[in-house]
């Protein structure tokens, strides 16, 4: 096969599972076509190619927010132009894997907040849950529509050096990042128009109409134009750019909390003819700011009284209140064990090895081990509040290990796992970065939803593991293929 | 029995016009084989309809909106509520055996939860203190009692130097405080001995004078005794909370109880009175009568506190920007 200067200097990252080359440096069949449409670019088309990405992104805004010292940094999120591509095989696991992992996780919720049944049964040791901030004993005996409560999820996944696929996390609360999941789509169609109907990749565009399904399908009241909205934080928030996004492409309202009011245990929202009666409520606000009456009484982001309107099954709230004991990480290593449990199955996808560090003997383990570890605390995400053992200094690691001892509930360890490494276009030439995937799965009442795809995130510095916005990441679009 | 005729009134005054007010009350008392309801009304500004339910501690919460422009909204609760007085541990069991017994509750719902003891600063003085009290072979009964009577003596009951917000460290340095301060103290010191210990929100109603938090709601805690249950220690009275004390609602602390508490939108200022008496059935002339101006017992969304009130408007655009920043998106 005839390849360019730019796609021949590629070399594999040793003792990694390279997505596109296979152990004997050959490209992998699913990464062939691609490949082969990519060299026959010149260089300087591929350069402005990345530059008419670079562009698009900037004129349509699409940004985050990283926070720094207290100040907000709106930035682009990178975009690099060569694809991740799944193949349909692999992405079956996938599919399969999370809605088992999602089915266990619906189902500890409503067994953690009515008869809790797997702690009586000692499956999950009581304090782990009762001492998680997240284990809201406002949601006890609360009953939420169709038992779901987590109707959308984003799973962590990463592949180990044998390229099999571990879940890194649960993100069961506020899952983001699948803007960009459709937004790197449509980018590539305009960067390669020819190249997605070539190579059968399944379209992920679906998304904003199953969500949108599923939202009214949870309207208590029985009619036929229920009213959804979308409650954002506000324009600081980082995710903002995702909320106006998704109200958009599902043509629903963008609210925040000061458009809404309760009456009388109903939700309204303000509208320039009055109150408008609101049904379902997709919130991306915290828990503990949803509602100033009951949780913290400094917020104002949230609307007084509307947890006595969920109460009463006034309002539907995506995702539930209170589903942060579910994706707590120490709640994470007892995943495996629910699936067991509840679905009687054996977990298609694997947990990395997690270290309570309330355990002393787990303690003590990580201490001498730290080099290789990752440490997390137990309730932070995008990569805040993490040690990386390998790259940490004497310093670091002993401040770090401070921290721990002062509450080590609080915080986890999991081995350094060799992420997978994908192509990406780089300085004009192909080059091995980390990366990982995070599918989104919707729960509704006819069963969970996973679009064919997800976020890849990749960390674009050279030997880096870390793949978080935050934290210096860019992102791929994602093809699964038929 | 005695029966007891308790009327709790509310009110918030503003110094200008609210609205939106949404509030939350537990001011239904527990119905229980030591204490029942004969009748109770509730009678709110503007006459929202009040919604209830059973809340995780087992008590019955209500909570309504007031949206209409208001610039006060008073709260009316009348009960009679007849009392039976309760027998005494008999504490027959050996003590060891008695803490063992508690002991093994420590990972059960719902010990557990009665049992966690909240971050404070002052913890190895404490410690040294609770050592210095508890005595050897000394029963859970004994022991609780016993610190019961530590609190009493060495707090200083002294209304207005402290508020819903002081912190335990703070009200333990003061040395001083009001019933829900003493009951907090000693409910730390209990769960510390693993005895668990939770908060009870109520109303005090002896038939003699010189009890102290009368004309208020008042507070107290609840040990549980292994072979007898949950038993009421007073220790802004140093006494056993029996037939005088009515309950409202038990939790792990005053936030799970707070009688009443709301947010608004509004103007900055207001003042809170809290008047509570108490009609003996006994002697019905006799009413026995007294208010209480208590600072801030709400939140306010808007802005409240001295610090701020230079600049509501700034105030409120900083928690914005903080606050929507500080908005996990995993």
């Not at chain 1, 044998?162 to 937004?183: A, C, H, I, Q, W």
């Not at chain 1, 787990?362 to 570890?373: H, K, L, S």
């Not at chain 1, 919707?442 to 935050?470: F, H």
């Not at chain 2, 917000?165 to 769960?191: P, S, Y």
Request: glycine content about 6%.
């Amino acid at each position: 096969m005839y390849q360019s200067a730019h796609f021949s200097e590629y070399n594999a990252i040793s003792g990694v599972w390279d997505e596109m080359y296979n152990e004997n440096h050959n490209i992998r069949e699913h990464y062939q076509r691609v490949i082969s449409y990519l060299s026959k670019e010149s260089a300087d088309n591929l350069n402005k190619k990345e530059e008419l990405a670079r562009r698009l992104f900037m004129t349509q805004g699409i940004t985050f927010t990283v926070y720094n010292s207290g100040e907000g940094i709106e930035k682009i999120f990178p975009f690099d132009i060569i694809p991740r591509i799944i193949t349909g095989n692999e992405w079956k696991l996938v599919e399969k894997g999370i809605k088992q992992r999602l089915t266990a996780l619906n189902l500890f919720l409503r067994d953690v907040y009515h008869d809790q049944f797997i702690i009586k049964d000692g499956i999950i040791p009581i304090d782990v849950i009762y001492s998680c901030p997240h284990f809201l004993r406002e949601m006890y005996q609360l009953d939420v529509p169709h038992d779901i409560y987590v109707h959308i999820a984003g799973i962590d996944l990463i592949r180990d050096e044998k390229g099999d696929f571990y879940v890194l996390e649960d993100n069961l609360r506020t899952p983001s990042g699948v803007s960009y999941m459709l937004e790197n789509r449509e980018i590539t169609k305009r960067l390669f128009p020819d190249l997605l109907p070539q190579c059968n990749v399944r379209s992920v565009t679906d998304y904003p109409n199953i969500l949108y399904k599923n939202l009214m399908a949870l309207s208590p009241r029985q009619i036929s134009n229920p009213t959804v909205v979308l409650l954002s934080p506000g324009i600081y928030n980082s995710a903002y750019f995702e909320h106006t996004t998704l109200a958009r492409l599902m043509g629903v309202e963008l609210v925040e909390g000061r458009d809404l009011v309760v009456s009388n245990h109903k939700v309204y929202m303000k509208t320039t003819t009055g109150l408008q009666q609101v049904d379902v409520i997709y919130r991306r606000v915290d828990d503990e700011f949803l509602d100033p009456l009951v949780f913290n009484p400094a917020s104002v982001l949230g609307v007084a009284g509307i947890m006595s309107a969920y109460r009463k099954g006034n309002v539907a709230i995506v995702n539930a209140i209170g589903n942060g004991v579910a994706d707590d990480k120490a709640i994470y290593s007892y995943v495996p064990e629910m699936i067991r449990y509840y679905l009687n199955e054996e977990p298609l996808l694997k947990n990395v090895p997690t270290y309570q560090l309330r355990n002393a003997d787990e303690r003590e383990y990580t201490f001498a081990n730290i080099n290789t570890m990752v440490v997390k605390k137990t309730n932070e995400s995008g990569g805040y509040g993490m040690l990386m053992g390998h790259a940490a200094n004497e310093q670091e690691i002993a401040d770090y290990k401070k921290e721990i001892l002062k509450d080590p509930r609080n915080f986890i360890a999991q081995p350094t796992i060799s992420l997978s490494a994908a192509p990406c276009y780089l300085q004009g030439s192909l080059q091995p970065r980390r990366i990982d995937l995070r599918p989104y799965a919707l729960c509704g009442p006819d069963g969970i939803e996973i679009v064919p795809g997800g976020l890849t995130r990749v960390a674009l510095k050279e030997g880096s593991l870390v793949v978080n916005s935050s934290q210096g990441g860019g992102s791929k679009d994602t093809w699964v293929l038929d | 029995m005695p029966e007891f005729k308790i009327q709790h009134i509310t009110r918030y005054t503003y110094e200008g016009m609210v609205r939106d007010s949404a509030n939350q009350v537990i001011l239904f008392p527990i119905v229980d084989v030591h204490q029942d309801v004969l009748k109770h009304t509730l009678t709110i500004t503007g006459n929202p309809v009040v919604d209830t339910y059973v809340d995780y501690y087992g008590n019955e919460v209500g909570s309504f909106t007031y949206l209409e422009k208001h610039s006060r909204l008073v709260i009316n609760s009348e009960v009679l509520v007849v009392t039976k007085p309760r027998e005494l541990p008999a504490d027959a069991m050996p003590a060891s055996e008695q803490w063992q017994k508690l002991q093994a509750l420590q990972y059960i719902v719902p010990y557990i939860d009665f049992l966690k003891h909240e971050y404070f600063e002052a913890l190895p003085e404490l410690q040294t203190v609770i050592e210095q009290q508890k005595q050897d072979n000394e029963t859970p009964y004994q022991t609780a009692l016993r610190l019961c009577e530590y609190v009493y003596r060495n707090f200083k009951y002294l209304p207005g130097v402290t508020t819903v917000e002081t912190t335990l460290t703070e009200v333990w340095n003061l040395k001083a405080g009001v019933c829900q301060d003493f009951a907090h103290i000693l409910i730390l010191m209990l769960r510390l001995l693993n005895i668990p210990a939770r908060y009870v929100s109520g109303y005090i109603c002896p038939n003699r004078n010189g009890m102290r938090g009368e004309g208020a709601t008042h507070a107290w805690a609840e040990v549980y005794l292994p072979d007898y249950g949950w038993l009421g220690i007073d220790p802004t009275n140093n006494c056993v909370a029996n037939e005088t004390h009515v309950r409202l609602a038990v939790g792990r602390n005053f936030s799970d109880c707070s009688p009443v508490k709301g947010v608004y939108k509004g103007s900055s200022g207001h003042m809170l009175e809290v008047k509570v008496s108490v009609e003996y059935q006994d002697q019905p002339s006799n009413s026995n009568e007294s208010t209480s101006i208590l600072p801030g017992n709400s939140f306010v969304q808007a802005a409240e506190s001295e610090v701020f009130t230079t600049n509501s408007y700034r105030r409120y655009r900083e928690a914005l920007l903080l606050q929507q920043q500080q908005q996990q998106q995993q």
